[in-house]
């Protein structure tokens, strides 16, 4: 794993639903999760049209954090943690961190 730094960092989530229902309370859960690490949602949309190269995914989320120590506590804590089986369960996901 990177070292954290002190960059303002966010999150880009890529997915691929499978369970609708599974990922609406998966969605429904995960704001809860941010507040302790200063994150917030930026972005969550649909796919409309790939412009250049491949992407499989339908849907893209953005969550931002004041940096990477924050990112990583998030991703890390056991509030999150506790929600993966129920991601795994729901979509196909692939989480990317990036600092600015």
């Known amino acids: 794993m990177e070292q954290p730094s002190d960059s303002r960092a966010c999150v880009i989530g890529h997915i ?3 369970d609708p229902d599974k990922w609406a309370e998966y969605r429904r859960q995960v704001p809860a999760t ?6 917030e949602l930026v972005f969550r949309g649909r796919k409309i ?3 250049s190269g ?7 989320v953005v969550l931002q954090f ?17 929600l993966i089986p129920l ?6 996901v692939v989480l990317v961190g990036y600092e600015s």
């Open 54 to 60: 491949e992407h499989a995914h339908a849907e893209t």
């Open 16 to 18: 691929t639903v499978r």
């Open 66 to 82: 004041p940096d990477a120590r924050s990112l990583h506590g998030w991703f890390q804590s056991p509030a999150y943690q506790a």
């Open 34 to 39: 941010l507040s302790d690490w200063g994150g």
């Open 87 to 92: 991601r795994q369960q729901a979509a196909d």
């Open 49 to 51: 049209s790939v412009m």
